[in-house]
DNA sequence: GTGAAAGCGCTAACAC
DNA sequence: GTGTTAGCGCTTTCAC
C-alpha cells in the first residue's frame, strides 16, 4: 500500500487538510508547520495521487492527442511542439494513433474524454461527420493541429496551404513554365483538395496558362508511390516542364524517377514541394520548398488549447501562420 | 454536471452496481436488465468516469512512455509500436520527451508514477544513478526499449548490437579492407560505446587486424554534425577505405560530405550503417545497412510489460530480437 | 492558521 | 440476479 496524504498527516501531526494545502502551496501554512509536513512528505516518500486528485478537483492536467501517425515525421514533429508548450503549462499528453480511421476516430475521442482529458488536440485529413458529433458530446475545448475545419466551427492552427500553394506555383511561373504538374498527395486530404490545388488553378488563372486536368495528379503520399508514380508523368502528354509535389516525400520519390530515368533536375524538371524536412535536405539536388512550421503548429495549438481550458477570450479561434520559401537547387 | 452512474441506475431502477456490472460486461445480470440499463446509458449519453474507476480499482489501464525526443524517427518508430500493442491491450499511453536529461527522466519517472500509470516503458542513451533510485521506487513494471541495462537488472528488449556491428564490419572485411573507420554517435550512449565499438574492435581483432584507435571516431549522431564531421575523416591518417557508420543520418553526412568532396561511394569509400530508416533508402547509392527493427522493438516492449503488469511468469526479462543485413549499393 | 467532514464517481465485497 | 455499503485518496467548503 503506497503513502497516502492521511499517513504523512498522521506522521506530522496535522490534518490531511493542511498536508494538501503544503502539497499544493497553499500559503495558509504557518512555515513552522509547512516544514514539518515537507520533511514527513520527504521522508516517508510520500508521491500525491493524481488520480484521487483528479477526481475530487475534477481536472486531470491531462490533454489528448489523436493523430493519425506518430511515425510519420509530419505528426511526430508537430506532437513535439505540443508536448513542449504541454510541459510548460504543466500537462502530461495521452497520445494515440489513429491511421486516419473514422471510427477509431470516433473511438479514440470518447475514450480521452472518458479518461477526464482536460481538453483535446485532433488532426486528421479531414472531418467526417461522426467525428464531428462525437466532438460535440465533449465539455472540454478542442483544437484542430494542422488539419482543416471546412465548417470553420472549431477551433484550428494552420498555415494558409492555398496562399503557399499559389506562391509556389507563381515561383514556376516566373521561371517561364507553363506546363506544371500538382502531383498531390490523397484528395481525402482537405487541405490538399480544398487548398493546395486550389492555390495551384489560381496561380496558373491568374497568369492566363489554360488548367489541364491531367496535370492535377493525385497519389499516395509516400516515397515509394512517388517513385511509382512517376511514371504517369512521363507519359503525360503536353510535355510538362515543371513539377509543384504536395510534400517533400512525394517530391523526393519523384526526383529519384526522374534520375534514374536518366532525366536530371532541375535540368529537364524544375521542383518545388511542400514540407522541406530531413529528406529535402539529404538528396542532390536539395529541394526548393515551402517551408510548413510543423513545431509551431503543434506549439500554438497547445498554447490556444490552454488558453480555452482557461476559460480566456480568444479573440481569433482559426489562427494562421506563417510560411516561408526555402530555396535550394532544384529550381533554376 | 456530467452523468454519472447514479443518474443511469435512478433512470434504469435498478441499484448502481448493477449499472456497474453491466458496463464492465459482468455476466451476473439479467439480459432484460441489461437491456434497460444499456438503453437508458444510450438514452443520457452516460460516459463511464475512467478516473474514478481507476481511483477504485487501483488500475488506470494506462502506461507511460519516456522518450528522448518523438521528433527522431528512431523514438517515433519505436512508439508506434508500443501503441499497436498497448491499444491492442487496451491501454492509453502518457508520452514525454527527455531530452536525455538526468533531472527531466527522474523529474518524468515521479510523474508518470504519480499520475499512477499501471507500467511504464523508459528510453534513453543510458541508465543514470538517479534513474535507477528513481525507477526503485515505482511499485509497478518497467521496461526499456532500445536501452541498455549495464547492470542487467532491468527488464530490456534490445537486438545484439555488439553482434550487429561485428557482422558489419566482417562484412568490410571480407571484402578485403583493413582501414576502416568506425564512426559512431555520442558515446555517453552505452550502446555505441559498449556494444558497437567493441563488435568493432572485436571484428578486428578476429581477422588479425590491428585497432587504431584514430580510426574510432565520435560525433553527434545528426545529419549535419556528420556532413561537418566528414572533414575529420579526409584528414586521417593511414588511408581509411571503408566506413561502419553508427546511424543512417551519420552515414547520409558523410555520404553526402563525400561526394560534395568529389569522392564516390563505393568507389572511394564503402559504406555500411545501422538503422535502415526511409534516409537510407532515398540517396544515392542506397546504403547497405543494419536494419533496427525499430517497431518490433516497441511492440515487443509492450507485450513484455502488459506481461509484468499481469503478474504472468517471464523466463527471460532481457528480451534480443533478430536484426538484417540490408545490401544495397554502398559496398561493392 | 488549522481541522472536520462531505463529497468526487466509481469498484468490490458482502448480503439477500 | 440484484442491492447496500464501504472505501479509493484526494480537494474543498465551512467552522473554529
Same mark, same amino acid.
Given at each position: 500500500?503506497?503513502?497516502?496524504?492521511?499517513?504523512?498527516?498522521?506522521?506530522?501531526?496535522?490534518?490531511?487538510a493542511t498536508v494538501s494545502r503544503v502539497v499544493n502551496g497553499n500559503q495558509n501554512v504557518k512555515p513552522a508547520t509547512r516544514k514539518k509536513v515537507?520533511?514527513?512528505?520527504? *521522508?516517508?516518500?510520500?508521491? /500525491?495521487?493524481?488520480?484521487?486528485?483528479?477526481?475530487?478537483?475534477?481536472?486531470?492536467?491531462?490533454?489528448?492527442?489523436?493523430?493519425?501517425?506518430?511515425?510519420?515525421?509530419?505528426?511526430?514533429?508537430?506532437?513535439?511542439?505540443?508536448?513542449?508548450?504541454?510541459?510548460?503549462?504543466?500537462?502530461?499528453?495521452?497520445?494515440?494513433?489513429?491511421?486516419?480511421?473514422?471510427?477509431?476516430?470516433?473511438?479514440?475521442?470518447?475514450?480521452?474524454?472518458?479518461?477526464?482529458?482536460?481538453?483535446?488536440?485532433?488532426?486528421?485529413?479531414?472531418?467526417?461527420?461522426?467525428?464531428?458529433?462525437?466532438?460535440?458530446?465533449?465539455?472540454?475545448?478542442?483544437?484542430?493541429?494542422?488539419?482543416?475545419?471546412?465548417?470553420?466551427?472549431?477551433?484550428?492552427?494552420?498555415?494558409?496551404?492555398?496562399?503557399?500553394?499559389?506562391?509556389?506555383?507563381?515561383?514556376?511561373?516566373?521561371?517561364?513554365?507553363?506546363?506544371?504538374?500538382?502531383?498531390?498527395? /490523397?484528395?481525402?486530404?482537405?487541405?490538399?483538395r480544398i487548398s493546395k490545388k486550389v492555390g495551384y488553378m489560381r496561380a496558373l488563372q491568374d497568369a492566363d496558362i489554360p488548367v489541364d486536368e491531367?496535370?492535377?495528379?493525385?497519389?499516395?503520399?509516400?516515397?515509394?508511390?512517388?517513385?511509382?508514380?512517376?511514371?504517369?508523368?512521363?507519359?503525360?502528354?503536353?510535355?510538362?516542364?515543371?513539377?509543384?509535389?504536395?510534400?517533400?516525400?512525394?517530391?523526393?520519390?519523384?526526383?529519384?524517377?526522374? *534520375?534514374?530515368?536518366?532525366?536530371?533536375?532541375?535540368?529537364?524538371?524544375?521542383?518545388?514541394?511542400?514540407?522541406?524536412?530531413?529528406?529535402?535536405?539529404?538528396?542532390? /539536388?536539395?529541394?526548393?520548398?515551402?517551408?510548413?512550421?510543423?513545431?509551431?503548429?503543434?506549439?500554438?495549438?497547445?498554447?490556444?488549447?490552454?488558453?480555452?481550458?482557461?476559460?480566456?477570450?480568444?479573440?481569433?479561434?482559426?489562427?494562421?501562420?506563417?510560411?516561408?520559401?526555402?530555396?535550394?537547387?532544384?529550381?533554376?
Amino acid at each position: 500500500m503506497a503513502i497516502t496524504i492521511y499517513d504523512v498527516a498522521r506522521e506530522a501531526n496535522v490534518s490531511m487538510a493542511t498536508v494538501s494545502r503544503v502539497v499544493n502551496g497553499n500559503q495558509n501554512v504557518k512555515p513552522a508547520t509547512r516544514k514539518k509536513v515537507l520533511d514527513c512528505i520527504e *521522508r516517508l516518500g510520500y508521491r /500525491p495521487n493524481a488520480v484521487a486528485r483528479g477526481l475530487a478537483s475534477k481536472k486531470t492536467t491531462t490533454i489528448g492527442v489523436i493523430v493519425p501517425d506518430i511515425s510519420k515525421s509530419f505528426y511526430s514533429e508537430l506532437s513535439r511542439g505540443i508536448a513542449d508548450v504541454a510541459t510548460m503549462y504543466e500537462y502530461n499528453m495521452i497520445l494515440s494513433n489513429s491511421d486516419e480511421s473514422t471510427d477509431r476516430e470516433v473511438e479514440l475521442i470518447e475514450d480521452h474524454l472518458g479518461k477526464q482529458v482536460d481538453g483535446l488536440i485532433f488532426m486528421s485529413d479531414s472531418i467526417s461527420d461522426e467525428v464531428r458529433a462525437g466532438m460535440s458530446t465533449a465539455n472540454v475545448p478542442i483544437v484542430l493541429a494542422g488539419t482543416l475545419d471546412v465548417e470553420k466551427q472549431l477551433a484550428t492552427v494552420n498555415i494558409d496551404y492555398e496562399e503557399a500553394a499559389y506562391v509556389a506555383v507563381n515561383k514556376l511561373i516566373r521561371n517561364g513554365h507553363t506546363k506544371i504538374v500538382f502531383v498531390s498527395g /490523397p484528395f481525402t486530404r482537405d487541405i490538399n483538395r480544398i487548398s493546395k490545388k486550389v492555390g495551384y488553378m489560381r496561380a496558373l488563372q491568374d497568369a492566363d496558362i489554360p488548367v489541364d486536368e491531367q496535370f492535377v495528379i493525385e497519389m499516395e503520399d509516400t516515397y515509394d508511390g512517388a517513385y511509382e508514380g512517376w511514371k504517369q508523368i512521363r507519359e503525360l502528354q503536353g510535355q510538362p516542364t515543371a513539377i509543384i509535389a504536395g510534400s517533400d516525400a512525394i517530391a523526393v520519390g519523384l526526383l529519384n524517377g526522374i *534520375r534514374d530515368g536518366g532525366l536530371s533536375v532541375p535540368e529537364d524538371y524544375e521542383l518545388i514541394c511542400f514540407e522541406h524536412s530531413i529528406l529535402a535536405r539529404v538528396v542532390r /539536388p536539395q529541394l526548393t520548398s515551402i517551408v510548413v512550421p510543423l513545431y509551431d503548429l503543434g506549439a500554438v495549438s497547445m498554447r490556444l488549447l490552454t488558453k480555452l481550458m482557461n476559460g480566456e477570450e480568444v479573440e481569433e479561434q482559426q489562427v494562421i501562420l506563417p510560411f516561408r520559401l526555402e530555396e535550394r537547387k532544384s529550381m533554376k
